[in-house]
């Protein structure tokens, strides 16, 4: 069964602090993983997209990582800054017909000043 | 060029009633995607359209049912609303890409959602 789980569930850092969410999937066929960022009450918004050739892609202050062996993604935020409160979905594509995206449950952060 | 746009942006209906959300994709995207978002909670896959056609639904009852229309424009219909359908309703568009259905269907954009509210 095509699944996504997210650690951890929620969590609170401080202005100014990194922290790293993570991703574990048993998608398969596995085509790309992206990392969404969606504000409360507001549609997700897309941070990162990750190949399976691909380990490390950086969008400002957000880094990703894939390890397609382990099917294991992270989302590393440095320097965290209070805008970055939102909760963070991770979404592997399969490449297969049928619903393509299957959405993890994702992870709430509150960066607090 | 202009997002993915849905409305209305807020809807109150009581329970036992019809709710109606429409979505407008980005120009050139053909695929529309429903999602519905209980407060709190992770988004559960409800609906894909593509060239007008529903391609496959989630884990909801027949009562949620939609269409999409020759402009690509979508529809998502809730009837005999019930208090737990009370959540957010993102839609979301996607191009299908050069090999059709049976390829990714690339990066999903979404709208800023429609908030259902039944009483």
């Known amino acids: 069964k095509n699944q996504v789980e997210q650690s951890p569930q929620s969590l609170i850092i401080l202005e100014g602090k990194n922290c790293t969410l993570q991703?574990?999937?048993?998608?398969?066929?596995?085509?790309?993983l992206r990392w969404y960022k969606q504000d409360t009450g507001r549609g997700p918004v897309s941070l990162t997209i990750?190949?399976?050739?691909?380990n490390t892609k950086s969008n400002g202050r957000y880094t990703a990582t894939l390890d397609a062996d382990t099917k294991q993604s992270s989302l590393h935020i440095t320097a965290s800054q209070l805008s970055d409160s939102a909760s963070y979905i991770c979404v592997v594509s399969a490449k297969n017909y049928g619903q393509n995206f299957v959405f993890g449950p994702g992870t709430r952060l509150s960066v607090l000043p | 060029e202009a997002g993915v746009t849905q409305s209305p942006t807020h809807l109150i209906k009581t329970r036992g009633q019809q709710a109606t959300l429409r979505c407008s994709p980005i120009?050139?995207?053909?695929?529309v995607y429903w999602y519905q978002q209980a407060l709190g909670l992770g988004l559960q896959f409800l609906l894909w359209y593509d060239e007008g056609e529903e391609r496959n639904r989630g884990n909801f009852p027949p009562r949620f049912s939609g269409r999409q229309f020759p402009n690509y424009s979508s529809e998502l219909n809730v009837n005999a609303l019930e208090l737990e359908d009370s959540a957010l309703y993102l839609c979301?568009?996607?191009?299908?890409?050069?090999?059709?259905?049976?390829?990714?269907?690339?990066?999903?954009?979404f709208g800023e959602g429609s908030r259902l509210t039944v009483l």
């Open positions: 979301a568009s996607s191009h299908p890409g050069g090999f059709g259905l049976l390829r990714n269907t690339g990066e999903l954009f």
């Open positions: 990750m190949t399976f050739s691909e």
């Open positions: 991703c574990n999937y048993t998608v398969s066929p596995f085509s790309n």
């Open positions: 120009s050139g995207h053909t695929s």
